[in-house]
């Protein structure tokens, strides 16, 4: 059994399987791994093994499937992981930034789709001035997703607040 897979495994670049270690034969959505449930090896038998330890913890959940996937683009490193199928494209997405996936599997073409993409996030300073006008510090107000998130009186008030805009390159996590 373990033979078959591991070919399977390397022939195909991956393998999707069911909670009863069964190849799959999905041909719709987008596989989408869940945080937490991701596991990285250079080794073949390692992979197995841990997809037979993530094999227990999804036996009595619907839905869930067991994933397998060499990255091509980081010297072979294989992934396993328990994923998730999700039909729109958008959704597959979404989900898979708010997990911090390097990237989704699409069912229909075979391929992985790579997620590359920066996460941004905006961070509201106060300017502290002396009595001369000069900035001495910047004092933290609040961290948001969205620009929108800050208040319009803090935006309209440049001379007293400062904003800024930062970057996670999901690709360096």
Known sequence: ?????QKEILRNGGATLDKNYKQTNLTTGFMVSLFGYEYTTNNIQDAIQKGLEYK??????NGLYLGFWIDTE???????????QINNLRDATKTAKKNLQKGIYNNKTQKTIYLDYKISYYTLYKIIRDNTNKILDYKFIKQTDTKREIESNYRNDKNNYFISCDYINIQEL
């Open 56 to 61: 227990e913890l999804i036996q009595d959940k």
């Open 1 to 5: 059994m373990f033979t078959e897979l």
């Open 74 to 84: 980081d010297n072979n490193k294989i992934y396993v992981d328990i994923s998730k």
